[in-house]
């Protein structure tokens, strides 16, 4: 199977029901993606198809063979990507830092859908769990990677 990661294409010889997240980590090295719960709820796991925020935990890699996938190891190369990174250096969102490539895809996926996004807006989009509660500076630095 040919899967498009981050710009380059990948042949993977994997069962189709494959949770994304194992291919990238153990097929292709892309250890950024972190495992956490196994089940879409914490978002550790998060990464960009075809530009939405998605749960690789529970992606069957058959599912995305023919779309574009992006995970935290070329975020920076994405104009919005970079801007949200920038904002999590300047505002020293992580603390233990295991979920944040997880909030740095959200709040690039909701950047790129709504560049100017509201309270209301950045609370629904960036439901990935932080075991250290670094929510206020989440949502501060997705207001200001609005802003630049």
Known sequence: MELSI????????VEPDTPLLWVLRDELGLTGTKYGCGLAQCGACTVLIDGQATRSCVTPVESVAAAQITTIEAIASDV???????????????????????????ATALLKQSPQPSDADIAGAMVNLCRCGTYNAIAAAVRHAARA
């Open 6 to 13: 981050n710009g380059s294409k990948h042949q993977v010889e």
């Open 80 to 106: 919005v990507g970079q801007k949200v990174v920038e904002a999590w250096v300047t505002h020293q969102v992580p603390q233990c830092g295991y979920c944040q490539s997880g909030q740095v895809m959200a």
